[in-house]
Nanobody, 118 residues
Framework: QVHLVESGGGLVQPGGSLRLSCKAS???????????MDWYRQAPGRQRELVAR???????NYLDSVKGRFTISKENTRRTMYLQMNSLEPEDTAVYFC?????????WGQGLQVTVSS
């Protein structure tokens, strides 16, 4: 069965960088390449928000506040999507969730804490 495994979170100083990974273990290639890939985040007391999206046509969309700082990408052979986060700010502190969407099906990661603090 498909199981998403997130990694790469942690504590980083303002201005630093992190790369989050989300491996779709057990997902066949045709499903992976046909999936919309998203990163969401949720901070305490705030609503969950979409941070970045990689569509099946490879177009991307970003939350305005992260444009120019974050990059979403994927590697088909590794069945893995990534979120490269540069110039991190304290406001980026949140739990980050990856999501693959395939038709009406959704696969969610377990959530990964990212803390930006000096």
């Amino acid at each position: 069965q498909v199981h998403l495994v997130e990694s790469g979170g942690g504590l980083v100083q303002p201005g630093g960088s992190l790369r989050l990974s989300c491996k779709a273990s057990g997902m066949i290639l045709s499903v992976f390449t046909g999936s919309t890939m998203d990163w969401y985040r949720q901070a305490p007391g705030r609503q969950r928000e979409l941070v970045a999206r990689l569509a099946t046509d490879r177009s991307t969309n970003y939350l305005d506040s992260v444009k120019g700082r974050f990059t979403i990408s994927k590697e088909n052979t590794r069945r893995t999507m990534y979120l490269q986060m540069n110039s991190l700010e304290p406001e980026d502190t949140a739990v980050y969730f990856c999501k693959y969407g395939y038709g009406s099906r959704e696969y969610w990661g377990q959530g990964l804490q990212v803390t930006v603090s000096s």
